[in-house]
């Protein structure tokens, strides 16, 4: 198996700029986590999805942050506009019921906003 | 709030010498407590989860161990590559799925 494809590996963009984090889950996962890292908060969840349906988004910053899942096998994080202290690196990660609380995480996306 | 402390925040040990980290929590109703591996620009790797006190997990040179407040992670005689930041998580919120991170150990072996 791929393990969990996330993309692009890298993007820098100008403050006020939209942005848009793509990811592919695990084949056969029905969970899907966003989580946010940073040296001053470590990773925090951001949102997480159960077969393509948003369950909890407590951990999204603010209405800057949307994140979509139109089918089981894509998810997209967008953050519009971009601020500077969005500065992150941002994992994608995927589970399945079966296999309890494991979760896989993807290379992560990490964003410098200027 | 459900918290997660991890201890040392970085520990450099010497190829072969034996040490733990620590991850202490405060949550209510345990409902699990997970440890991952994170190489610098990677994602978290899973290692291990506990679900109970006194149960331990072995892999390796890597021994898990959980107590009502706390978790150890053991490193037996560790090599350099076990070099890696890591990091402990328990689920919280009430769902065994959103998972409150540690701040994580930043683990150095020297040859």
């Known amino acids: 198996d791929a393990g969990v494809i996330q993309s692009p590996r890298h993007e820098v963009t100008e403050m006020g700029q939209e942005v848009t984090l793509r990811c592919k889950p695990i084949s056969g996962h029905d969970y899907l986590f966003w989580y946010r890292q940073t040296m001053m908060r470590g990773l925090e969840l951001l949102i997480y999805?159960?077969?393509?349906?948003?369950?909890?988004d407590s951990g999204m910053p603010e209405d800057r942050f949307s994140a979509k899942m139109p089918n089981a096998s894509f998810s997209t994080l967008k953050i519009q506009p971009s601020e500077p202290r969005d500065s992150a690196v941002y994992f994608c990660?995927?589970?399945?019921?079966?296999?309890?609380?494991?979760?896989?995480f993807g290379p992560g996306t990490r964003l410098l906003v200027l | 709030e459900d918290q997660v402390t991890q201890s040392p925040e970085a520990l450099r040990l010497q190829e072969g010498e034996s040490s733990s980290l620590n991850c202490s929590y405060t949550v209510s109703g345990l409902r699990g407590l997970f440890w991952y591996r994170q190489d610098p620009g990677k994602g978290p790797e899973f290692l291990f989860t506990?679900?109970?006190a006194g149960e331990e997990k072995e892999k390796e040179r890597l021994k898990a161990t959980l107590t009502k407040k706390e978790s150890f992670l053991h490193i037996t005689a560790p090599k350099p590559e076990d070099s890696a930041t890591y990091l402990c998580a328990v689920p919280s919120g009430g769902s065994n799925y959103k998972l409150t991170f540690g701040k994580g150990t930043l683990l150095t072996v020297n040859p």
């Open positions: 990660a995927s589970s399945f019921l079966r296999g309890r609380e494991t979760q896989y």
């Open positions: 999805f159960n077969n393509n349906v948003p369950i909890d």
């Open positions: 506990l679900y109970s």
